[in-house]
């Protein structure tokens, strides 16, 4: 069974503080993202990743960073979090080309940040 | 990527079948379209995709009439399982990323 795993499912953090959400693929997907899910504004792509080391901005890419050091992880970073970064984080992975496949989303992670 | 409208919500009855149309007015010759499903707390996951005319599988069938400028999810006979929010995508094979809206939340009432 194919799966995409989110390091938490819920994490409560301080304002300030350096937060490291991890995302793991099983399926050697080329294509990894993150997006995040609020209500009323559905999911806002934050960035992308098409290839090892290689990262394109989102359209929310402000307050955050990542890293994609293996194939199979793609972690997002918030250097320093604030309470406008409480959100529900998913990740996704997805073979290069995206129409005529399908994209495979994690279970999520509900971060608070207080 | 071509810009989709669906309505916000809509509700059924468990056992009836429900139609969910998505527009896409200036769908390109290349775009396909898409579906997801969404439960609460969970990812998005895919449902069917087509580029025309009819597609079915398990769970769906997917109705794109000739000029393409909008498309229809049909799920047949719902059940209370079935309450999620639908997502509508079009774009194309080259595209490698997903552009969400707002969905359509669909409630399935006993």
């Known amino acids: 069974d194919v799966k995409v795993t989110q390091s938490s499912r819920y994490l409560v953090k301080r304002t300030g503080e350096k937060v490291f959400l991890e995302c793991v693929q099983d399926?050697?997907?080329?294509?990894m993202f993150w997006y995040r899910q609020d209500p009323g504004l559905g999911l806002r792509l934050i960035y992308f990743s098409y290839d090892v080391k290689m990262k394109e901005k989102g359209d929310i890419p402000e307050g955050y960073s990542v890293s994609r050091e293996k194939k199979e992880r793609f972690s997002l970073i918030l250097e320093s979090a604030s309470t406008n970064q409480t959100s529900m984080y998913l990740c996704?992975?997805?073979?290069?080309?995206?129409?005529?496949?399908?994209?495979?989303f994690g279970q999520g992670t509900r971060l608070t940040v207080v | 990527l071509a810009k989709t409208t669906q309505p916000i919500s809509m509700d059924s009855y468990e056992g009836q079948e429900v139609n969910i149309t998505c527009s896409h007015n200036n769908i390109a010759t290349n775009d396909y379209i898409t579906w997801y499903q969404q439960f609460p707390s969970q990812g998005p996951r895919f449902i069917i995709q087509g580029y025309k005319t009819k597609v079915t599988n398990e769970v769906a069938s997917l109705f794109i009439p000739a000029d393409r400028k909008s498309s229809t999810l049909s799920l047949p006979r719902v059940s209370l399982s079935d309450t999620a929010v639908y997502y509508c995508?079009?774009?194309?094979?080259?595209?490698?990323?997903?552009?969400f809206g707002k969905g359509t939340m669909l409630l399935v009432s006993p």
């Open positions: 995508l079009v774009g194309d094979r080259g595209y490698s990323t997903l552009t």
């Open positions: 996704a992975s997805s073979p290069p080309h995206l129409m005529g496949a399908e994209a495979f």
């Open positions: 399926m050697d997907h080329e294509n």
